[in-house]
């Protein structure tokens, strides 16, 4: 026991110096908390963030050496027309946006008129909004499959029901019929919630004074339920926004981006020109993914804007 | 009088609903019962509803055929991903909200506030150097690839963090009255009050890694080790011409999240509201 003592005691000598003392007081207990997340959050996200934006400015195969080439691939995608990444950028930028226009007013309409009726709180209104919720849990993949016969030619339901025999996932305007139906489907869920939230926050006397001045149920719709519901609205609006834009997994696996391309979107031109089965061409994928972000943080930059405004 | 004026817009969101709700469940009821239906039957007797045998043949192949496509072992798979993702986000998440939302110390507000700024960067950006960075870390093929990336979030830290203002100061300073430290603390007073909120984190990540297909598919070209959503693209692929056996595979890649479903319903209906109004 005394030989520990007598070792310790030449330590405590050099006291006028004031280091060590200061770093005492410095608490690294909050850093042990918060290092287990800094450090995947620099590793998975900050670091490919800029090591992303690098990668834009390269001529790359994943593999060898990359080749800084400035703007070159920025100027490739987007200007250069006799280029095949310019037709195919061009092209799945286009179709991107076509989905985004086409998805998202459903996304938002097809809830809002559930939660509204949900919000009447007829009977079994529990059990309806449990259906409405449950595809949202479900893995894209598991959905197209089950929506490619859902849409098949002779065996589909659908086609049987119309009595027609409609080629949806290989003929135009029906491919992208199908796979806004089956955005729709999926992903009205978290919407439909956000809105049955917002509809029970709406006073009721509101209500009731319209009714006494003799507003029927339409004009107390447009004139008392969306305005008042206007913040939700507007943000289911923008993420719903930014979920579309990153749409991959019903063109790819539908349609296959058919018929003629004509539902290729930018992810799988990423995807193809990234990890295809060719000769990676990390530069030209990383810059379509850019700009391809660009737009999403456009999006996200007006939510911030517009909930701001309100405050 | 009342009652009637207020019955009748009641009806009227009945059928609404009613009507909404059979279009949205029928491609629900008809994947399954095509699942049972045999696939000469399917192909050759026109169209019906329900079979006119029920088999079980879909599924007895697909669990037998293990070389291909082993829906079995990438369905263990996806259990594993989903469940050490799941652990480790719970982790990860509680600590750090625990210390942006609790304790003290220099650069914690700059910190956090930088975190929620990174927010706003879409995540497609990092698809191909995120690759490149697991690459590097040799994970290509590995769960870890499917397990970690994603626990790099903000979000959850966001929301857990608002639910803990909400938890009174009080009982932290009784705690550290008594002479806890901050771990002390963190696991004997917060974690249990935490509970709630931590179980809408849970679910969220579970369902939401069962669920991811881009990444996935990326990541994993070893037929062996991918999980089930990737499989079923490849699924799809070789079963292209018999429907009934990809309906037995997307029926079984549906149902650990049907259950989970089934039995913490309110904690996903609870936990949308609670995210859009801290956010809205």
Known sequence: ?311 | MKSKLLSFPKLVAFLFLLLMAIIWVIPLVWGLVTSFKDDMEFQTMGFKFLPVEWVTTNYTSLLVDNYSTPLLQWFFNSLIISVVHTLLVLVVVSLAAFAYGRLRFKGRNMIFMFLMATMMFPAVVNLVPLYKIVDTLGWVNSYWAAIVPGAAGVFNIFLVRQFLANIPLEYDEAAKVDGAGDFQIFFKVVLPQLKPILMVVALFSFTGSWNDFLWPSIVFNDIEKMPITAGLQLLQGMYISQPTILMAGAVIAIIPTFIIYLFAQKYFIQSMSLSAGIKG
């Open chain 1, 1 to 311: 026991m005394e030989v520990p003592v007598k070792s310790m005691e030449p330590q405590p000598k050099p006291k006028p110096k004031i280091k060590p003392d200061n770093r005492k007081s410095v608490n690294w207990t909050p850093w042990v908390f918060i290092t287990p997340h800094l450090l995947i959050f620099s590793v998975f996200f900050l670091v490919p963030i800029i090591y992303g934006i690098y990668i834009s400015f390269t001529s790359w195969d994943l593999i060898g050496k990359a080749d800084f080439v400035g703007l070159a691939n920025y100027k490739e995608i987007l200007f250069q027309k006799d280029s095949s990444f310019y037709t195919q950028f061009h092209n799945g930028f286009k179709n991107t946006f076509i989905f985004v226009i086409l998805s998202v007013p459903g996304c938002i309409i097809v809830p809002l008129l559930l939660a509204s009726a949900l919000n009447a709180k007829p009977r079994f209104h529990k059990f309806f909004q449990s259906i409405f919720y449950m595809p949202t849990l479900f893995s894209i993949s598991a959905v197209v499959i089950i929506w490619t016969l859902m849409f098949n030619v002779n065996q589909g339901p659908i086609n049987n029901f119309l009595g027609e025999s409609i080629l949806w996932t290989s003929t135009q305007p029906y491919a992208w019929a199908a796979i806004v139906i089956l955005t729709v489907w999926w992903c009205i869920g978290g919407n439909m919630i956000i809105y049955q939230a917002a509809l029970n926050g709406v006073p009721r006397d509101l209500y009731e004074a319209a009714s006494i001045d003799g507003a029927n149920a339409v004009q107390k719709f447009f004139k008392i339920t969306l305005p008042s519901i206007r913040g939700p609205i507007l943000y289911t609006v923008v993420i719903t926004t930014i979920a579309q834009f990153n749409v991959y997994g019903q063109p790819l696996m539908l349609t296959g981006g058919g018929p003629a391309d004509s539902t290729r979107v930018l992810l799988m031109d990423i995807q193809q020109n990234a990890f295809g089965s060719g000769q990676p061409i990390a530069g030209i994928a990383s810059a379509m993914a850019i700009i391809l972000g660009l737009c999403i943080m456009v999006v996200t930059f007006i939510q911030f804007l517009l909930l701001r405004n309100k405050e």
